[in-house]
Structures are given as C-alpha cells and as structure tokens.
C-alpha cells in the first residue's frame, strides 16, 4: 500500500509541476507585447520623428514625385497611384499608396495575372522581373524604390512609420497567425531591419520572420537610424527590387 501510494503521489506531483509550467510560461507573443509596452515614450518620440522627417522629404521629393505622377499619368491608362489594402498596427488594413507600375487593365496580361492569383492562395506574392505587366516607366520606379514614395503620406496620416516591418497584404500573413499578432504590435515601415537584411527573399512572409520579430522585441531609437544608414546603401545595388 505504502508503495502504491508512494507513486501515486509522485505522479500527482509531476503533473502538478507540468500544469505550473504551462501556466507560467509566457509566450513569445506576450514576451514581446510586454516589451513594447514598456517602451511607450520611445514609440512616442518614433511618431513625432516620423512626422518631422515625412514632412521634410515630401518636400524634398516633390520635384520628383510630381515629375513621376505625369510621366505615369500620360504614358499609361489608369490611375498614377496604386493603393491596395495592408495589415497595419492592430491588425487594422489601410491602403498603402505606391505609384503604379503596371498597366491597369491586367487582363491583357493573363498569364502574369492567373499566376499572380495562384500564388496568392499559398500566402505568396507573385514577383517576376520579367513580369508583362510591368510598364518601362514602372521598371526604372521599382528599380530605383521611388515608386514606394507616396508612402510618406501613409507615414504622415499614421498608417506607417519610416522605419518598421514591411507592411503586407493580408493574404501574405495568413498561414502565420502568430506572426500577425506580433507584427500588429507596430506600424508598418517604408524600411526596416528586413530590407536591409534579406531583401532578396520578399515573397513570402516566411523570410520575413526572424528580422521582424527581431525589430519589435529589441526596438531602440538607436535601432531605427542604424536602419536608415544603411537603407541608401541596399536602394542603390537594387537587389530584390523589380
């Protein structure tokens, strides 16, 4: 009986020990969410940086930027802007305004299209640089990321920061719940920690991981002009741009 009840105790008592570690232990998610709380005046002083600096370069930018908008404007049907719906802080969607690069009627160019919507579905973005859909002024915007412009106005309405994770459309996020919720913790950036790292790899939110959880979990002012330093550098080699 006394050994009967020897195990029996034991068993209790590990179980009791497993339950406590359950519910002791934290997840990544919170791990995070608690340090991003902590750091309130930090992401204070990053929105007032976003709006002094957004404000400065789309006057800086605007030869540029209106130069653009008419070459786009009277070489090409549709639009100048292009604005599609992406996951931003909170897990709101707002819509991220880039110059258009494509041609506006995509049914011309079905094949480029179908594969686009294939791809979709697997929480992939179609990326091609031989794409047909691309126009010739598009090819020189994307090259060079001034298509990505128009985002300082996201920057200054408060749907992005200068310096985040990339802000993705919602279907990239789907197969990665987890990461969502971590992601959502932040607004989305025009750069970030991944650009500059990784920029190659920007079909799949997959290769996005590691840098991005990275970014929140350790963010710093410090951080953030690291980042922009080194951002001029990776927009001139052009690498993952097209």
Known sequence: MELNLNKTTTATNTDVMRIQVVTTEKSKFRVIENSVAEKKFDFFLKRTFDIAIASILIILFAPILIAVALIIKITSKGPILYSNERVGLGGINFKCHKFRSMVNDQAKKKADHKRHVEEAQKGILHKDKNDSRITWIGKIIRKTS???????????????????????????????????????????????????????????????????????????????MKILVETPLVVLSGKGAY
């Not at 749907?159 to 802000?167: A, K, L």
């Not at 279907?171 to 990461?179: C, K």
């Not at 913790?185 to 590691?210: C, K």
């Open 146 to 224: 001034i298509d990505e412009l128009p985002q300082l106005f996201n920057v200054l309405f408060g749907d992005m920061s200068i310096v985040g994770p990339r802000p993705l459309v919602p279907f990239m996020l789907t197969p990665y719940p987890e990461f969502k919720q971590i992601r959502c913790l932040v607004r989305p950036g025009i750069t970030g920690l991944w650009q500059i790292r990784d920029r190659e790899h920007n079909t799949s939110a997959e290769f996005m991981i590691e840098h991005d959880t990275e970014y929140i979990e350790n963010y710093s002012f410090l951080l953030d």
